[in-house]
């Protein structure tokens, strides 16, 4: 099934907007995502910013601030389409 997921990358935009974030290119992006369910589709928004972060920079400072984005990624949303 898909999903439309709005988030909110608000409490860490300024610290990755250096990188190339395609959908998630602004601070309040609103993304489909194809889940199973809509748990599985707040899991898969946030697993696919950082994979898509993790592919642009190995350094351990990024890691570390994927690591406490999931924190501050805030789902707003989860509307099945």
């Known amino acids: 099934m898909r999903y439309q997921v709005e988030v909110s990358l608000e409490g ?26 809509p748990d599985d589709a707040c899991y898969l928004a946030y697993q ?6 993790a592919s642009q920079s190995t350094a351990k400072r990024t890691t570390a601030l994927m690591i406490k ?3 501050l990624f805030v789902v707003k949303k ?3 389409i």
């Not at 860490?12 to 369910?37: H, M, V």
């Not at 696919?48 to 972060?53: A, C, G, I, R, S």
């Open 12 to 37: 860490f935009y300024s610290r990755i907007n250096k990188f190339d974030l395609g959908e998630y290119n602004s601070q309040n992006p609103t993304l489909i995502i194809n889940a199973n369910d």
């Open 69 to 71: 984005a999931k924190d």
């Open 78 to 80: 989860v509307i099945p």
């Open 48 to 53: 696919n910013l950082k994979d898509l972060v």
